[in-house]
Structures are given as C-alpha cells and as structure tokens.
C-alpha cells in the first residue's frame, strides 16, 4: 500500500525527523491561504499522486510570490500528470501541497527496501540526490553504497559507521546522520513498511538534515495490524477495477496487453504471463482466483477482464489443487450465459475434476470456449486470435 508525500512527512516529523512545513489544498485558493500561512518567500508547489518522477512531468514547480502560488496551483490541480511511473494516460492531480522553500547546500539519496533475493532490509545510499537512482546506478556506481541489514540482528553501529564513512560526514554532521538512521530503520519496522525513500535528503546552510521528499509503501499483508497507516488509504489513486476485485477476494492488476488472464496462485500466474510473452503476445491484466474460487468469483473476474476494452482474447490457465476445475468450469460457464461472450476464451484446466470440468465445457458447444490440453499450445491460440481481433 503506498501513501502520499505530505502523509510520509507526517510519519516522519511523528518520529522526530526534520521536513518543511507545508500544507495540503484541493483548490487554488486554499493553496494561497496556506502559503499566506507558511513561511517565507519562496513557496515549492507539489502534486499528491502514488508515482515518482513527478518533476520531470510538471508536477513540483517553485513560486517567487503568492500569486505564482495561485497561478501554478490552477494549472496544477485536475491536470493529467505523466510520469515514467504513472500509466500512459497519466494521473489526475486532485491534490497539492505547498510547502516551504529551503536553502539547501547539500543533496544526498537514503532509502530501506526489502532486498528478497538476500532476505534483508537493504540501506541505498547515493552522493547525489534528488536523481533517479537507478539512473545514477547505470551512469556512476560509484556513487552509491548498498549495507545490508539482517532483520535478526537489526540496524547496528557498524551499518552506520559503513554509511558514514562512504559520506565523509563530519562528527558533528554524522551524530544527526545517525539519529535519522535509526528512526527511519525504526519506522521501516514498526510500521511493517517495504519501502521508505528520501530522494532528497538534504543539507540546508546551517547543516540540518531534512527530508525534502519522501515516498513510503508498506506490506499489504500487514496493515490490518495498523489501523493509522490504513487511514491513508487514497482509493483515487487505485485502478477502479483492483478496487473492485479485491472486493471479491480477486487478486488483480491491470496491465497494457491484449491477452486477458485468468489463472490461480501467483506463481502459475507469473509463469502464465511469461508463457504468453514468448509466444509473442501480451498480457492485459495479472489475475489470480485465489484457492477459494467458485462460480461467481470466476464470473466476476471476467466481468472484470471483459471490461477492459484493450482485451480480445482470454486465457484460463488453471491448476486444480485445493480449487476444483469443475468449479472453474462452472463459473466460466455462468460467465458466458450472463455477458454473451464475444471475446475467444482459450481453456486449459489440469488436476482435481479436471475430466469432469472439460466435459462439462465441451458439452456446451459454445462458440467462442476454446479448449486445449497444453499449456504452451493455449497461450499460442490465445495469442493468435487476440492478434486476429487487433487486426479487425
């Protein structure tokens, strides 16, 4: 689940880190109020939305005077924000926060992620901040420092000391590099967090450490453990769809293909998408029933694909372990009563009832059911006639 910039600052002025003040708005004239309350005069006009980049894309401007404040803020707000991190079609700003300007002398780079390949917290560190990292991975490696932290033994002196000699901080500068450490690895725990980043973290002239942006998610699978950090839930910021499925204990993402997916547990998913990108196509969305399936969930989740207009063909690729095919088959069926399917539906159904399921969906001679026996010959039908369909 991630959050926004100005709830992340409020997390991190919780825990006693240094961030400007600011104030959100969700008009232009709540923004001139709120620079009228701030300080200064020079203001740094941000849009709230769940993607990184937002610079590149005119998404943080800085206003010299409360009219520039307005006047950026009109054009701001409800505009369609792109970035290398939002969908094509960008992301509609429906919120802004201003935010105090500061004289800055030095910019660093500082984020905790979970590492899964080493199965630990991983501190990244960059000599430049307020960049891509991962452009300044490609073009200066030497820049950056990784230190890994085993969750068992946790953040230790000699992870800060390893930093702080890759910074050359000095005694004074590395006391308030390591207070910051330490409340942000503490966030990162206590907050079951996969994600913190401050890009930048900077130095101001009278050597304060501040965070001049933040950007924080946390494990989905823990949040109901943290009733605040699920207060922070922007269900604006959702795909509409995803919202929808995980209503119906769907685990579902949107993607930018035309092979629709309907496949259970995450790995055959994974390993579906995979399939289906070697035999040249794309895949439109990551579904996955979940063990629990029956015929309605599988009826709804391809109301759900169905809707998406990039969809024109659908692959089912089902392993019955703790799910039954013939339940699979079922809601397939309810499915093509209730929408008329027009879209081919390539079938591939493997394990417990999986006779009894494709007996059922032979015996429906319905036009548009495909069924196969194997799987790279079902990705390759499905891929086939969505192409078909793009080329109607």
Known sequence: MNIHE????????????????????????????AAKELKGDKFVIKAQIHAGGRG??????????????????????????????????????RKIYIEEALDISKEIYLSLAFDRKEENISIIASKEGGMSIEETA????????????????????FHILNLIGFFEFS??????????????????ISKDANLIEINPLVLTSKDEFYAL????????????????ILALKDDDEEEPSELEAKKSRLNYVKLEGNV????????????????????????ANFLDVGGSANPASVAKAF???????NVKSIFVNIFGGIVRCDRIAGGILEAAKEF?????????LQGTNSTEAMDMLKSAELKNLHVVENLLDGARLAVKFANEKDLI
């Not at 942006?213 to 605040?228: G, T």
């Open 340 to 348: 008329e399917l027009k879209t081919p539906i390539v079938i591939r």
């Open 213 to 228: 942006d933040a950007k924080m998610s946390f494990d989905d699978s823990a949040v109901f453990r943290h009733s605040e």
């Open 56 to 93: 590149l894309g005119g998404g943080v401007k800085i206003a010299k005077s409360l009219s520039e404040v307005e006047s950026i803020a009109k054009d701001m707000l409800g505009m369609s924000l792109i970035t290398p991190q939002t969908p094509k079609n960008g992301k509609v700003v």
């Open 171 to 188: 005694k004074e500068l590395s006391l308030k590099f390591s207070e910051i450490l330490k409340k942000l690895y503490q966030i990162y």
């Open 303 to 309: 109301e759900i694909i169905l809707r998406d207009k």
């Open 260 to 283: 629709g997916c309907i496949v259970n547990g995450a790995g055959l998913a994974m390993a579906t998408m995979d399939i289906i990108q070697n035999a040249g196509g794309k895949s």
């Open 6 to 33: 100005y709830q992340a600052k409020a997390i991190l002025k919780e825990f006693g880190i240094n961030v400007a003040g600011g104030k959100l708005a969700y008009s232009s004239d709540e923004a001139l109020q």
């Open 138 to 157: 490609k073009d200066h490696p030497e820049l950056i420092k990784k230190v890994n932290v085993d969750p068992q033994i946790g953040l230790r002196d």
